[in-house]
């Protein structure tokens, strides 16, 4: 069977899978026995606030739980709360700076004991202490106060209007954690909190029995979980390590496994491995983007330390927008989503693919131009010299382009070289270790802030649905540079006072359709107006669960496992 | 003897120190950053004061004098304080709290900062000690397999030299030489885990044997990882033992044995095997440490996370105090395990003398 028919079975299946929890798949807690979750990279602890990594956040959601949640469409969801707080009822004040979370009457924590506001006060006060290094402070941005109204009802100010105001207690980044387990880890003393770090007190349908770091956690269900019939499991295993093959492996062709995450492999490996007919690959699309960033400054290596690479010194071609242009349009999108992804890519020209209120109609670049290329680079008096490089007033196009290294990227890296080379322009290729490349160490030349190349590749995306902070790193001075020690996230070094108006209008802005209007605008400014960045492929999530888990829908805009309480065995 | 053996130790402390400073250095220069994991969505302003909070902000001759303190001090005191309190063998001792320290501000007995792991935010020799078990049980099972396999090979091929069974025999331990085991592993699990029993592919390391059908369970998820481990020290040493009988096959006291009318069996099992294990148990000796190394491929291939498995991902992760507390504890087993290697060769050898 080919992975395609595969894949749209998947999306069937889950598209009816609320239908078929009708038919009959409710019935008491722990009815089904065991699950067994397997993802290849191991979890080392289940506190998000102490660790960003996705495999430390999304094992940490079956335990743990933030008081809304986004769906598999991106939309908030109540979790531990009745209604999501709106300036329409009343929830958000009219000025946007306040939101008030009313708690949902009678929950309880896993230990029995309720869940009231001084928890959720706690919980701000935990990740904003100084010294605490709370890896999810950003969501925390901008709160003055976190305070209790009632025994239910907590009020979280911030220090302006806030049109997005669901940063704190919302998504898998931002859980609830108890009070009472947690009171004496607090600033400096929150890694001495073992016991706590590794097995949280939870409203989530799983206690933690076993952690093992970067090994294995054992579960069970959740005794005091809010609904009585679930979770369908009455324990869950799941197991860390190994490799993205083994993980698929064990789900698709031995059956070992049940649930399997983020299956990075070749399309043609997971569609031989499908055959083994144990379970089903799933797929589905967030806003994780790969893109190539334009180099706007010069990372010559001629030029002092202080100046190379910083906005001081434009970049001798790539300042030419002709040439920015002319590199996106030498691009075959659909062919690069062929080699690398299959199914689970798709060609896009836009920064923020979803969700579709910031998607912006942006299709121009899907079809390869070589020809057009060529004309325009031809028209802005680039010409070919003897060696077949185009040049102007002595410089060449000779493009540095890096990357991390990964099969995928390096396949990528091959094709577009090809590209290039048909309309003029030299390219030498470069990989560099991730852990370099996206390690932000301001005395190493190869990481992806400091840029010491024309072009680099890599992939990113935002928490959550809303693109503003994402959108505004483009911000004039907010470029990595010597003197903010390379940290900043305008990677490019854009900088347009009207781009900059438009990040204020933004964040002033909160009407959702005219925050939608914005975007798009920002967006087509970033990629088809200035080609600042060169969006390449729409990367979406590949996992698999095996034939008889049902009640899995894969959501990319947060924890994976973020509906396991619904999850159920299939009857045979 | 015993004057060799004690001067040897005290010369080992040095060597120690020694490689701790270069390992420390090296970590230290080596490119990367515990943050590279962290994904981008996270403002490198939040990545900065996590980095604080890791202890990164100190000066490096400090990071190294605190962490000597904690592996030397701190933690052999945490040792001692768990075994009088909760070990069997010494439980009886009255309780020790030599791991705390009083706190002045909190009016109280504290227990001392112990060795954290950048990752787990947890003391690095619990996790070492958790990991431990599974380890030993499958690399130290398939050492042991290993060489029960290999000695009898070895002698046989050595005994009938150039025979089918000699030629055979250098195929296939050429054959275990030269296959990596990222290979022999998937193959070994589409062979048997895919296509024909369901062996177990992915090990479960929180399996309890208790009875006879949790052994059968135990079995039949190591068999894999240990069919694989074995063939590479069935060729290694069943090579060595193969040399080293061929060097005493040709010797003059062997022809004495058989002009002696020594029975076949007398001559190549007592005289000769005994002159030619001398050097071999030093081999094997000098092996053991990689067993608590772990087998870091085979490990992550079917999912045995053990020693090698946690010092791989830990290099993933650039946890530093990690990798310098597990790379250091190899060090020390393998200084140690040479010191027995020599000393072994002594005893067996009565040719050689230390003093």
């Not at chain 1, 929830?91 to 001084?118: C, H, N, Q």
């Not at chain 1, 390590?241 to 299956?263: H, I, P």
């Not at chain 2, 030993?136 to 397999?145: F, K, N, P």
Request: aromatic content about 10%; overall charge negative.
């Amino acid at each position: 069977m080919k992975l395609k028919t595969l894949l749209l079975g998947a999306i069937a299946s889950t598209a009816f899978a609320p239908m078929a929890l009708a038919d009959g798949h409710e019935g008491e807690r722990g009815r089904d026995g065991e699950v067994k979750v397997i993802y290849w990279q191991a979890p080392s602890i289940l506190n998000p606030y102490l660790s960003g990594g996705t495999k430390d956040l999304e094992s940490s959601s079956l335990i743990i739980e933030p008081l809304a949640r986004f769906d598999q469409d991106g939309n908030l969801v109540p979790y531990l709360t009745d209604e999501v707080p709106t300036v329409g009822n009343g929830g958000v004040s009219e000025d946007l700076t306040s939101i008030t979370w009313k708690l949902s009457a009678g929950l309880t924590w896993s230990d029995g004991s309720p869940v009231t506001s001084a928890d959720l006060v706690f919980t701000a006060q935990y990740c904003m202490d100084p010294e605490g290094g709370c890896a999810q402070l950003s969501k925390f941005d901008g709160v003055t106060s976190v305070e209790a109204i009632d025994e239910l009802t907590a009020k979280v100010t911030f220090d302006q209007p806030k049109p997005n105001p669901y940063g704190p207690f919302v998504g898998a980044q931002s859980p609830i954690i108890q009070a009472a387990q947690f009171a004496d880890c607090l600033g400096a003393r929150a890694p001495e909190c073992t016991e706590a770090n590794f097995g949280p007190v939870g409203t989530g349908p799983f206690v933690v029995t076993n952690f093992k770091p970067n090994d294995v956690i054992q579960l069970v269900a959740n005794d005091n979980y809010r609904d009585p019939n679930k979770p369908a499991f009455a324990s869950m295993t799941f197991k860390g390590g190994g490799s993205a093959e083994a993980s698929g492996r064990a789900v698709l062709e031995t059956g070992e496994f049940d649930y399997a995450w983020n299956l990075q492999l070749a399309p043609d490996v997971i569609a031989k491995m499908a055959e083994g007919g144990k379970g089903m690959p799933i797929s589905a699309f967030g806003a994780l983007v790969e893109r190539l960033e334009m180099n706007l400054t010069n990372p010559s290596p001629d030029l002092s330390a202080e100046t190379r690479s910083t906005v001081a010194e434009p970049h001798p071609f790539l300042s030419d927008i002709n040439v920015r242009e002319a590199l996106s349009m030498a691009i075959n999108r659909q062919e690069l989503v062929d080699v690398g992804y299959g199914d689970a890519g798709r060609p896009t020209c836009n920064l923020v693919p979803a969700p579709a209120l910031y998607a912006s109609d942006n299709t121009g670049c899907l079809t390869q131009d070589i020809e057009g290329a060529n004309a325009k680079l031809e028209a802005a008096g680039w010409v070919k010299g003897a060696d077949g490089i185009r040049a102007k007033d002595g410089v060449r196009i000779s493009i540095l382009y890096q990357t991390s290294t990964n099969a995928v990227r390096q396949d990528f890296q091959a094709l577009i070289k090809d590209y290039w080379s048909q309309i003029g322009v030299e390219t030498e290729l470069r990989n560099l270790d991730g852990s370099v490349f996206f390690g932000g160490d301001p005395g190493s030349p190869d990481t992806f802030q400091k840029f010491y190349a024309d072009v680099e590749m890599y992939a990113n995306v935002f928490d959550g649905t809303d693109p503003q902070a994402y959108l505004a790193a483009y911000r004039c001075g907010n470029e990595p540079k010597p003197s903010s020690q390379w940290q900043g996230e305008n990677i490019n070094r854009f900088c347009d006072p009207a781009y900059d108006a438009m990040i204020d209008e933004l964040a002033r802005t909160g009407d959702l359709e005219k925050r939608g209007e914005l975007g798009k605008a920002m967006n087509d400014m970033l990629t088809k107006d200035s080609f600042t960045v060169v969006p390449l492929v729409d990367r979406g999530r590949v996992s698999a669960h095996s034939n008889t888990l049902g009640g899995v829908v894969l959501n990319v805009f947060d924890s994976e496992l973020w509906n396991a309480a619904e999850w159920y065995r299939t009857g045979n | 003897m015993l004057t060799f053996t004690i001067r040897r130790m005290f010369t080992s402390i040095p060597t120690l120190l020694f490689i701790s400073i270069v390992i420390f250095g090296l970590l230290q220069l080596a490119p990367g950053d515990p943050m590279a994991q962290v994904p981008l969505t996270v403002p490198p302003e939040v990545k900065q004061k996590m980095r604080e909070a890791l202890g990164l902000g100190a000066p490096v001759h400090i990071q190294y004098l605190k962490w000597l303190n904690q592996f030397f001090i701190v933690e052999p005191q945490f040792l001692i304080d768990w075994m009088t309190r909760d070990s069997f063998l010494f439980g009886w001792l009255p309780d020790t709290q030599l791991s705390m320290v009083y706190d002045v501000e909190l009016e109280k007995l504290v227990p001392q900062q112990r060795n954290i792991s950048w990752q787990t935010r947890s003391p690095i020799m619990d996790i070492v000690i958790q990991r431990i078990p599974q380890t030993l049980w499958v690399v130290g099972l398939a050492y042991i397999v290993g060489i029960l396999i290999a000695l009898p090979i070895g002698i046989y091929s050595a005994y009938r030299h150039y025979s089918v069974f000699d030629q055979a025999g250098t195929f296939i331990t050429m054959v275990g030489f030269s296959i990596p085991p990222f290979f022999t592993g998937p193959l070994l699990i589409v062979i048997f885990s895919v296509a024909l029993v369901s062996l177990h592919s992915i090990y479960d390391t929180t399996h309890v044997v208790n009875d006879w059908v949790s052994f059968k369970y135990q079995l039949s998820q190591m068999i894999l990882p240990v069919m694989v481990l074995a063939l590479q020290t069935t060729a290694q040493i069943s090579r060595y033992m193969r040399a080293s009988m061929l060097d005493n096959l040709n010797q003059d006291y062997v022809r004495t044995a058989r002009a002696k009318g020594l029975k076949e069996g007398i001559v190549v099992m007592i005289h000769v095997l005994r002159n030619s294990m001398i050097p071999v148990i030093t081999v094997i000796a000098l092996g053991v440490p990689s067993i608590f190394g772990g087998a870091i491929i085979t490990e992550n291939v079917f999912g045995v996370n053990g020693i090698g498995q946690l010092l791989i991902t830990a290099l993933f992760a650039n946890d530093i105090p990690m990798v310098m507390t597990i790379t250091f504890i190899f060090a020390i087993m393998i200084v140690v395990f040479n010191l027995i290697a020599d000393v072994l060769y002594g005893v067996l050898d009565p040719r050689i003398r230390y003093d």
